[in-house]
């Protein structure tokens, strides 16, 4: 059994998802701060069940040290991170605290019971404002704003502890890209309690005329069409990535680091422009200045996990950008 910690998220339901798909039994451990609990039931159809879940805060060591003491599991997929820069950049004690606090305590719990087994969810802001080409793992890190600097600190954490530990620990760091899109069946997608700063979300809620334009951050960066280069990847890829990475742990001790995305890069005005191609709806947009902190390119190499991971991904912008409308279009939701 795989523990999932925020599986009932945006990127954890779908890792959910994708457990089931593989045959894997898993149980969530979610405190619903940045998740809706409908997503429990919405989950349920999906997958023909409902998947067991525990309503606990991954910073609770007691309830983690029981947790292990009676349930065994073979790892633990680590997705409880607060991720909007916008929402770090106000609230940075929620978010060192979150993320690195709560990364601290799963540690301890899973140490004390003997369970060494560990993918976590990091994230291409590692990597600060790469050079403009397809970043490896091995490019340096850096990071410009409070949420960065979160993902900075966990993946210092790991290397740490693996350092103090040579090879007691099989650990991996999935360093995703932009996830977009949902699930086919549109019933889970990114629905945060608190409106997403991601640009998909605005993308669709503009489409359907809930909000007047899209606002870009910056249009005289030194790219193509002059605003920043992303690397936009489907969720469901995604998802699949962290349940190819389980079976790599078993043989490969330490601590392992993969970039998990498309390997195409996309500006946010071509973004756009697909989100019009695939579903014939118009979105009118504004450039504005820059946003502190963004990259002007960012997008990944993505040979060591086809290598070694034996994953690719297999969803491309189109699909993306239909199923950024379908959920929309499925659900009615109003504006945040």
């Not at 879940?53 to 409880?80: G, K, M, T, W, Y």
């Not at 490969?252 to 697909?274: C, D, E, M, Y």
Request: aromatic content about 8%; overall charge neutral; some cysteine.
């Amino acid at each position: 059994m795989i523990l999932v910690t925020g599986g009932a998220g945006y990127v954890g339901s779908h890792i959910c998802v994708a457990l089931a798909e593989a045959g894997v039994p898993f149980l969530i451990l979610d405190n619903f701060s940045n998740a809706r609990r409908s997503v429990i039931t919405r989950l349920g159809k999906i997958l023909g069940f409902a998947p067991p879940c525990i309503d606990a805060d991954v910073r609770d060591v007691a309830v983690l040290e029981q947790l292990f003491d009676e349930q065994h599991f073979d790892a633990v997929i680590h997705s409880a991170f607060l991720t909007a820069s916008a929402d770090a950049a106000r609230e940075p004690l929620r978010y060192y605290d979150n993320n690195v606090s709560g990364t601290i305590g799963l540690l301890r719990a899973m140490q004390t019971a003997g369970l060494r087994n560990l993918v976590v969810s990091s994230s291409s802001v590692v990597y600060g404002d790469p050079a403009p080409q397809a970043v490896r793992e091995d490019a340096p890190l850096s990071a410009s704003t409070p949420y960065g600097q979160t993902a900075l600190m966990v993946e210092q954490v790991l290397s740490s502890l693996d350092e103090a530990s040579p090879k007691r620990w099989r650990m991996a760091l999935l360093r995703s890209f932009n996830a977009v899109g949902c699930h086919d069946s549109g019933l889970i997608a990114e629905d945060p309690p608190r409106m997403s700063s991601h640009v998909a979300p605005y993308l669709a809620q503009v489409a359907a005329g809930k909000r007047d334009g899209l606002r870009i951050y910056g249009g005289d960066y030194p790219t193509p069409d002059g605003t920043p280069v992303r690397d936009y990847l489907h969720v469901m890829d995604l998802a699949r990535a962290y349940v190819a990475t389980l079976p790599y742990l078993r043989s490969h001790p330490g601590l392992s680091r993969f970039n998990i995305g498309s390997g195409q890069p996309t500006s946010v005005l071509g973004l756009v422009r697909a989100f019009e191609h695939a579903n014939g709806r118009a979105v009118p947009f504004r450039i504005g200045a820059r946003r502190a902190g963004d990259a002007a390119h960012c997008w990944a190499d993505i040979s060591r996990a086809r290598n070694e991971l034996g994953w690719q991904p297999q969803l491309g912008l189109d699909r993306m950008m239909e199923d950024v409308w379908r959920w929309q279009i499925g659900t009615g939701r109003s504006v945040h």
